[in-house]
């Protein structure tokens, strides 16, 4: 157990619907990271917060956004879903993740697998 | 750009048999480099990492040497178990300077390792 917790484990809906993903980080860590695991594009990164303020940008699409609350916890809001939206979505957190030093461990959600018919 | 490069699998093995999961990166500076592993239906654990060249990373019976020169991190353990089925990850983060001071990982396609009893 990584300490990060996401919620739902699962998640079915249809093309154009708008699906909200949660995440906790582990108790003391300030970033989060959110990364997509498809077949297609394997495992990419899409966003990083930091104590609240958005830090790095990836491959997020326009239709995909997060916010982390003050409470550290953060959500990534899917709108408009198309079926290549169906991927494996992993939160992350780290201590710091501010140096871009492999010092500061990222610990891993158990991920939450969507699916879009 | 920065990326990772690591042999297809799937790797089929026996139980007790030699293991090396090849990874090469492209960056510049120095990264640090790692490796995930990913058991079934769970999400990504650290395996070990290294932080500068010449560093070795273990953990688990799993070895891997940073070589600068080779551009490599290659992934070994000498008698692997059925226990180590799983599908393995190669990763970066690039150094503060050289594509900004994130953490954001940088992954391989993964190598599905299968150990036969």
């Known amino acids: 157990d990584s300490g990060v917790t996401q919620t739902p484990k699962h998640l079915i809906t249809a093309t154009g619907q708008r699906v909200t993903l949660r995440c906790s980080p582990r108790?003391?860590?300030?970033?989060v990271y959110w990364y997509q695991q498809s077949l297609d594009q394997g495992l990419q990164f899409l966003i990083q917060?930091?104590?609240?303020?958005?830090?790095a940008k990836g491959n997020i699409l326009e239709r995909f956004s997060a916010q982390q609350f003050p409470d550290l916890h953060s959500e990534l809001n899917l709108s408009s879903l198309e079926l290549g939206d169906s991927a494996l979505y992993f939160c992350?957190?780290?201590?710091?993740?501010?140096?871009?030093?492999?010092?500061?461990?990222?610990?891993f959600g158990p991920g939450t697998r969507l699916t879009v018919l | 750009g920065n990326s990772v490069t690591q042999m297809e699998g799937p790797v089929t093995l026996s139980e007790e048999a030699f293991l090396t999961i090849n990874c090469t990166y492209t960056?510049?500076?120095?990264?640090?480099l790692f490796w995930y592993v990913q058991y079934p239906g769970e999400g990504l654990q650290l395996l070990l990492k290294?932080?500068?060249?010449?560093d070795k990373g273990s953990n688990k019976g799993f070895e891997a040497t940073y070589r600068k020169e080779t551009t490599s991190f290659h992934l070994e353990k000498g008698s692997v178990q059925v226990s180590d089925s799983a599908v393995y990850f190669c990763?970066?983060?690039?150094?503060?300077?050289?594509?900004?001071?994130?953490?954001?990982?940088?992954f391989g396609t993964g190598t599905l390792l299968a150990v036969q009893p």
């Open positions: 108790s003391g860590d300030l970033s």
């Open positions: 990763a970066l983060i690039a150094p503060p300077n050289y594509g900004g001071a994130t953490n954001k990982l940088i």
């Open positions: 960056a510049t500076g120095y990264p640090s």
């Open positions: 290294a932080t500068k060249a010449d």
């Open positions: 992350a957190s780290s201590v710091v993740g501010t140096s871009g030093s492999g010092t500061d461990t990222q610990y």
């Open positions: 917060y930091y104590n609240g303020e958005e830090r």
